[in-house]
Nanobody, 115 residues
Framework: VQLVESGGGLVHAGESLTLSCTTSGIVFRIANMAWYRQAPGEQRELVAVINSVHKTNYADSAKGRFTIYRDNAKKTVYLQMNNLKPEDTGVYFC??????????WGQGTQVTVSS
């Protein structure tokens, strides 16, 4: 299993980023995929989930600003982040909605939002 996140960077508040996560070793088309964020000194938290039929759910902090979507042909899940805020800063990881079952994490991608 491999999860490879990319697309992070340093942006100013109000700007946008789109994160990508390319996967291998999982049956992507039936997997419920998710994005997680780990802020400095904090535990990893769930940001957004998309299931196999493209139904989505978001953390309250992400609602109205973030969009999770997937491309099953590319085995890739994306996170479009608009109107970024300094509190969105952290390392973003993708995984399934049951990461303990997958048993692995990627390296993540750093998002830093300056005020």
């Amino acid at each position: 299993v491999q999860l490879v996140e990319s697309g992070g960077g340093l942006v100013h508040a109000g700007e946008s980023l789109t994160l990508s996560c390319t996967t291998s070793g999982i049956v992507f088309r039936i997997a419920n995929m998710a994005w997680y964020r780990q802020a400095p000194g904090e535990q990893r938290e769930l940001v957004a989930v998309i299931n196999s039929v493209h139904k989505t759910n978001y953390a309250d902090s992400a609602k109205g600003r973030f969009t999770i979507y997937r491309d099953n042909a590319k085995k890739t899940v994306y996170l479009q982040m608009n109107n970024l805020k300094p509190e969105d800063t952290g390392v973003y990881f993708c995984n399934t909605d049951s990461p303990e079952q997958l048993g692995t994490w990627g390296q993540g991608t750093q998002v830093t939002v300056s005020s």
